[in-house]
């Protein structure tokens, strides 16, 4: 079956714009989860959605960082203003109830701010 | 402050040899433990977890070590092949509360396998 998908694959913007990564979950799955990708680093936890809802915010690392899921199924992050330490590659992925820890995870949004 | 630490960014190892990928841990409260394997351009892809319960999890070349008075863990790959050429990324869970999925990741170690 399908995997997750992400869209845009890459994406260049200019500093102060704003932007939104879409992802697409494997269908089924209710829990969602986005972490980012800087250079050199892990990966970092963002948020987690438990079919609509997002008990767990903690990682959005400031109020210019958004995200939601509709349907139980498509999330978007949206960031806006964007800074040039923005820059990484945007992972989502999702899992299914059961085993919520054993996460699949989409080829990633490259995202560089210049 | 890295509760999950990869202190090799990098291994190089012959083909046929055995791989031994090392992950350092300080959250006592981490519950499972789990190794991603990512290609380039590609998202992670689930390798091999093992619950804190146990102390190893076997399925075919990969085996994982968890020694939980140490907070260490382990990745053994025998026989190596150079597929198996990739970054490996150790991920933990912590037990229950609003976190109940939420991994975190080290900073991951690049495999390289010669042939």
């Known amino acids: 079956g399908a995997g997750v998908s992400q869209s845009p694959s890459n994406k260049v913007t200019e500093k102060g714009k704003d932007v939104e990564l879409r992802c697409d979950p494997i269908?089924?799955?209710?829990?969602l989860y986005w972490y980012r990708q800087s250079l050199g680093q892990g990966l970092e936890f963002l948020i987690y959605?438990?079919?609509?809802?997002?008990?767990?915010k903690s990682g959005l690392p400031s109020d210019r960082f958004s995200a939601e899921r509709t349907g139980g199924s498509v999330s978007t992050l949206t960031i806006q203003r964007t800074q040039q330490e923005d820059s990484a590659v945007y992972l989502c992925?999702?899992?299914?109830?059961?085993?919520?820890?054993?996460?699949?995870f989409g080829p990633g949004t490259r995202l560089t701010v210049t | 402050d890295q509760q999950v630490k990869q202190n090799s960014p990098s291994l190089s190892v012959q083909e046929g040899r055995i791989s031994i990928l090392n992950c350092d841990y300080t959250?006592?409260?981490?519950?499972?433990f789990l190794w991603y394997k990512k290609y380039p351009a590609e998202g992670p892809t689930f390798l091999i977890s093992?619950?804190?319960?146990?102390d190893k999890n076997e399925d075919g070349r990969f085996t994982v070590f968890l020694n939980k008075s140490a907070k260490h863990l382990s990745l053994h790959i025998v026989p190596s092949q150079p597929g198996d050429s990739a970054v490996y990324f150790c991920?933990?869970?912590?037990?229950?509360?609003?976190?109940?999925?939420?991994?975190?990741f080290g900073q991951g170690t690049i495999l390289t396998v010669h042939p």
């Open positions: 992925a999702s899992s299914p109830a059961r085993r919520a820890y054993e996460q699949y």
């Open positions: 269908s089924g799955h209710t829990a």
């Open positions: 959605f438990q079919g609509n809802s997002a008990p767990d």
């Open positions: 959250n006592s409260m981490f519950d499972y």
């Open positions: 093992i619950s804190s319960i146990k």
């Open positions: 991920a933990a869970k912590n037990a229950g509360g609003t976190s109940y999925g939420k991994l975190t």
